[in-house]
């Protein structure tokens, strides 16, 4: 039945032309309150919205149109919305670092800072949640946003990305109802940094484009170990553009040398409320203590000819480009070695924006990266203060510039002379404008024509198929925990409906998927509704191993931290041989005691400690090593806060490894000395201890230790 248009309330103090029951109720609100039911969706002037879904362009594939006054005003509105603080990406860490590439990149492109391997071009890259704001914690399940600004010689180009390689919109004039859908829910300002919540279900239900993106948060990939350990995505096609003008469509990638490492939920959860700022910290120290993180930038580049070849349209951001059909090219290294001196200066204040480009790097008419084009300059107005945010000391291009913008709140470019307009004689024209040939930006002349309409091309149509792609490449353990993470969010949404209906989508996804996930709910596994066109069976049993993360990643525990559990009485010689051993890999091994000052151990050699077993818990750390020593193990096994840290590492697969007399203490803590990753000392030579100890935290994780609960399947 279609909804009845009725007018919007009047302001108030205003007297109404009429006394009809309509108007009636319209007078009788008070404070201004707006009353949403039966209204017609309207602009803030009063016209109604004809489609609410698609910006204005032209030609379903066609470029954004500047006219759309309607995605104008409710993307600048959404821009506006918070201050000072970012609307999204509020809670960020970042760093200072260079970037150098491999080889001469001039066939492709002509940006000058991928051409030459021996100049090292200075980054700021920030790394952030999306949904939390400044005071949430770093390890909720979350998207993570990925922002590199490279101080060229062209001027800055900032790569603007996430952890994800897609999104949940395919048009950014519902950017702002996503955001509004999973921020806390406005009449009483909760959850704070959670999608568990109806406003989030409700929306991504009705929403069925959002669906790959949401396997992708319900994944490991929504829970990083670190954000040194975690890929980078341009999500956006953009275009890498050659001296000759030759175009090439371009994925951007960032891939981690350390590896692709998550935490389990139970873990990440343990660690909001014992250390909120543990990703944060964790890039800090890494840096403080001279492991760099390193991050390798690739691309995957589509000839101009190549644009629709795929099933699938390379301008949908809910889509991404298989890595078996185009391979990732890795073009150079980006190294973060230097942490901000002030974050406020430096980490908040620095403002990106994917329309910060240089010479041979353009954009494509993707619908959601044409309305980012606009927003990012609106949104840094307000929250910076105004125009001139560009000379904010972390944000000011290395190059020279010069121009004729003036004046404006907070302005500290001093402009000597009388001239600020274009063209002029009485400076002899400065500043001049460059020819393309010369240096100067042209935009890639793209053919195009097209009526001007709201509409989506029918290549945006498919929205399941590469979300079973998905679903179909990650290993049994990887599986298990996205049904789990739908489970837990799904339990709690209070709405059944809502339920009911994300179930639908999930069955579009994969049977299994939807059948464990309704099991959990007390619900009958849905049909898939999907007509044929759009059909998952478009994904089969296909599968791409990069989209694991237990794929290629690297043998090396460099930059692991492992908990080192000892007492009074402890075996002083077996700790330290082992800490060496471990610190010759990389990793960072610490003391753990019941009292901070220096252990007494056996022959009264003392062990100096570095945290006590309450301030630092199991969580934080990647592995655990129980000393030897009669004494020392007899205390540790009488104390709760030490059985509940070994329960802890075991139940999330974490390496064990301990003296052959720690027998008492594993039995406390309920840990199986024959399970996967557990190396007791004594069953075999000493250097096999330490080598085998070495190897099983190497593997991140022992999966079959982590315990399906509640069950994947009934």
């Not at 699938?312 to 070695?337: C, H, R, S, Y």
Request: glycine share 8%; hydrophobic share 40%; net charge neutral.
């Amino acid at each position: 039945m279609a909804r009845k248009n009725q007018p919007n309330p009047k302001p108030r103090n205003v007297k109404l032309a009429n006394s009809t029951n309509e108007t009636k109720k319209i007078a009788s609100l008070a404070d201004d309150r707006v009353d949403a039911a039966n209204q017609s969706l309207r602009t803030n002037q009063g016209l109604r919205v004809g489609d609410d879904q698609n910006s204005l362009r032209a030609g379903s594939r066609g470029p954004g149109l500047l006219e759309d006054f309607i995605l104008r005003e409710k993307i600048t509105h959404f821009d506006h919305e918070r201050i000072p603080e970012r609307v999204v990406h509020a809670r960020g860490a970042a760093a200072h670092g260079y970037f150098q590439v491999y080889k001469p990149m001039a066939k492709y492109t002509k940006a000058h800072f991928l051409q030459n391997p021996a100049a090292r071009t200075p980054v700021f890259a920030r790394f952030s949640t999306v949904a939390g704001s400044r005071g949430s914690a770093d390890t909720v399940r979350d998207a993570r946003g990925f922002a590199v600004k490279f101080f060229t010689e062209e001027g800055n180009y900032d790569l603007v990305g996430n952890n994800i390689p897609v999104f949940f919109i395919q048009d950014a004039i519902k950017f702002p109802d996503f955001v509004h859908a999973v921020k806390p829910e406005p009449h009483n300002e909760m959850p704070q940094a959670a999608s568990a919540h109806d406003t989030f279900w409700d929306f991504v239900s009705l929403v069925p484009e959002t669906t790959h993106m949401v396997m992708w948060v319900m994944s490991d990939r929504g829970i990083p170990r670190s954000v040194r350990m975690m890929e980078g995505f341009g999500v956006n096609t953009f275009r890498l553009v050659n001296a000759k003008g030759v175009s090439h469509f371009v994925k951007f990638h960032w891939k981690p040398l350390l590896g692709k490492h998550s935490l389990v939920w139970d873990e990440a959860q343990k660690i909001g409320g014992k250390d909120p700022d543990f990703n944060r910290r964790d890039l800090w120290e890494a840096i403080d203590s001279g492991a760099y993180p390193e991050f390798e930038l690739g691309v995957q580049l589509v000839a101009e000819g190549d644009e629709r070849k795929f099933d699938f349209d390379i301008l949908d951001a809910t889509k991404l480009i298989p890595e078996e059909l185009v391979p990732v090219q890795l073009i150079g290294k980006m190294v973060l070695n230097r942490n901000p001196d002030n974050f406020f200066a430096e980490t908040e204040q620095v403002a990106f924006h994917p329309g910060h480009v240089v010479p041979g790097i353009d954009f494509s008419n993707d619908p959601l990266l044409q309305g980012r084009l606009f927003s990012y300059t609106d949104t840094q107005l307000t929250r910076l203060g105004g125009p001139n945010f560009h000379e904010i000391p972390i944000n000011r291009a290395i190059c020279p510039f010069a121009n004729n913008q003036r004046d404006g709140m907070h302005r500290h470019i001093i402009n000597p002379g009388r001239t600020s307009y274009e063209p002029n004689s009485l400076e002899a024209g400065w500043p001049k404008e460059t020819h393309p040939e010369d240096g100067g930006f042209a935009s890639y002349p793209e053919p195009m024509s097209g009526q001007k309409i709201r509409t989506r091309s029918e290549t945006f149509g498919d929205h399941f198929s590469q979300a079973t792609l998905f679903w179909n490449s990650q290993s049994q353990p990887e599986k298990e925990h996205i049904v789990s993470a739908f489970q837990f969010e799904l339990a709690k949404v209070e709405t059944p409906a809502i339920r009911v209906r994300m179930l639908g989508n999930l069955a579009n996804v994969h049977r299994d998927l939807a059948t464990a996930v309704a099991f959990a709910l007390g619900l009958p596994a849905p049909a898939t509704t999907e007509n044929k066109k759009n059909a998952t069976a478009k994904a089969g049993g296909k599968a791409s191993a990069a989209l694991s993360l237990l794929s290629s990643n690297p043998v090396t525990i460099a930059t692991r931290k492992v908990a080192m559990l000892a007492a009074d009485g402890v075996d002083v010689a077996l700790v330290q041989k082992t800490k060496k051993a471990l610190q010759a890999e990389g990793a960072e091994a610490k003391i753990l005691a019941p009292h901070l000052g220096s252990l007494t151990g056996e022959a009264n050699k003392a062990l100096p400690v570095d945290f006590t077993i309450v301030t630092m818990p199991s969580v934080v750390f990647d592995a655990v090593f129980v000393a030897g020593g009669r004494r020392s193990i007899a205390t540790l096994a009488a104390s709760g806060d030490a059985i509940e840290f070994l329960r802890d590492a075991y139940k999330h697969g974490k390496a064990i490894a301990c003296a052959a007399d720690g027998a008492e203490l594993l039995k406390a803590a309920g840990v199986d000395p024959s399970a996967p990753g557990v190396v007791i000392a004594g069953k075999t030579p000493a250097t096999a201890f330490e080598r085998d100890f070495i190897s099983a935290i190497a593997q991140h994780r022992h999966w079959t230790r982590i315990a399906k609960n509640p069950p994947m399947v009934p």
